[in-house]
């Protein structure tokens, strides 16, 4: 039996990917140590190997195979757009993709000006700006701290993850436009959903009875 490989984002979902993963009996002792440096991990008597990458390059191992089945968030998959299958919503990792600024900022988008959006998800972004709500903006990408984007004058809003709010309300900003839901999801390559379907089924079927 040939290994099923797993890639999972580094960071926050990585500890609720393998909590999950314990609770159907799939363990992976040594990728609890948050001190260890390596990077890939085996699992003999279940012929399962699993990483840990960035979380922007998990659907890029996916859509070329060097994984079969990926766990990340919906707003990665989204942002890269990989031609991978999503085949699962684990529930965790819940948050909102949003459109935030000062509440000044609100008639900006009620008139659809031409403004400046701040975000370091430019694909998310240009879609729900241009497609979704025909406004034309300029995006303008960054890397972290986006509230900080119209705080200090960069821009007039930015798109970014709301979990509990508290980053908005710390920095005086608020919600004014709900882009989607996000939730971690198993996405797996088109290739081993069909010459793996009866493994992968199983997984789906016995996650589904722990979620
Ligand atoms: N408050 C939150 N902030 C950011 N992401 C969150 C939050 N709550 C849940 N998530 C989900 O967790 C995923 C991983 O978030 P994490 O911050 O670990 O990754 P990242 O943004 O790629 O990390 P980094 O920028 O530190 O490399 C996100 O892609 C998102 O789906
Ligand atoms: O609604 P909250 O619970 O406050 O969470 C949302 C914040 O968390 C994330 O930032 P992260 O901690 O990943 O740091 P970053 O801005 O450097 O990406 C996100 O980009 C928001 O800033």
Redesign the pocket.
């Known amino acids: 039996m040939r290994y099923l490989t797993f890639a999972l984002g580094k ?2 979902l990585a500890k609720h990917t393998l909590e999950l993963f314990e609770k159907i009996g799939i363990t992976c002792e040594e990728m609890k140590d948050e001190k260890s440096r390596k990077l890939i991990f085996t699992n003999e008597d279940l012929k399962l190997r699993f990483f840990l990458s960035k979380g922007p390059d998990v659907p890029t191992y996916v859509e070329y195979g060097a994984a079969d089945i990926g766990i990340v968030g919906r707003d990665t998959i989204l942002e890269e757009g990989r031609k991978v299958h999503e085949v699962m919503d684990l529930g965790y990792g819940a ?1 909102r993709m949003c459109v935030c600024g000062p509440k000044k900022a609100a008639p900006l988008l009620e008139h659809h000006e031409l403004i400046r959006v701040a975000t ?1 998800y430019p694909n998310i972004a240009k879609d729900y700006f241009y497609n979704t709500k025909h406004q034309t903006v300029e995006i303008i990408k960054l ?5 900080l984007a119209p705080i200090v004058g960069l821009s007039e809003v930015i798109v ?11 920095n005086g900003l608020t919600v004014l436009e709900e882009v989607c839901p996000i939730s971690a999801r198993m996405i797996v390559n088109p290739v081993s959903m069909r010459m793996e379907s009866d493994r992968i089924r199983d997984l789906i079927t016995r996650l589904r009875t722990v979620i």
């Open positions: 960071g926050r948050c370091k890397n972290g701290s986006i509230e970014d993850i709301v979990e509990t709010g508290s980053t908005l309300r710390e």
